[in-house]
């Protein structure tokens, strides 16, 4: 789900957040200057009520394993939100950056604390589909609704 934006201006990556319960309307990802190769590509930072600039999280680089593009995943947090906020940030200077969130999924734990393995179920219920294995839509399936 898209919450945010942020893009290029005066040389500066300034956007926003909002969703149902947050709205942090002045943001600015400033670049973090490290030799570690595990410090943050960038800090989140917010314009608080008081008009001064606070870090609410942080951004580190990452790359999809599917297609190799570059983007930022991180977090927001603060006192005032319920929990922390994951985040992902895809996009360009030249195109501007778009904000991602998605739900967390639910750990899942063996009665012994161990992690528990994810099964793919073979049938969930909903038919064949009308889809190819790359996700396109069959053809000549565009105008069939499926029965249930």
Same mark, same amino acid.
């Given at each position: ?22 709205? !942090? ?27 001064? #600039?606070?870090?609410?999280?942080? !951004? #580190? ?39 991602? #969130? ?47």
């Amino acid at each position: 789900m898209n919450i945010g934006t942020f893009a290029l201006k005066s040389g500066q990556l300034i956007g926003s957040i909002a969703t149902l319960t947050v709205d !942090l309307a002045r943001l600015g990802l400033r670049p973090v200057e490290s030799d570690n190769e595990k410090a943050p590509a960038f800090e989140i930072m917010a314009l608080n009520v008081a008009r001064k #600039w606070v870090q609410v999280g942080a !951004l #580190w680089e990452a790359t999809s394993n599917s297609t190799g593009e570059v983007f930022y995943q991180g977090s927001l947090d603060d006192p005032s939100l319920p929990e922390k906020m994951a985040i992902m940030v895809f996009g360009d200077d030249e195109d501007g950056y778009r904000v991602v #969130w998605n739900r967390p999924a639910p750990m899942r734990q063996n009665m012994d604390g161990t992690r528990q393995t994810r099964r793919r179920q073979r049938d969930d219920n909903f038919g064949e589909g009308n889809a190819t294995e790359d996700g396109r839509i069959a053809q000549g399936e565009e105008d069939h609704v499926p029965a249930f």
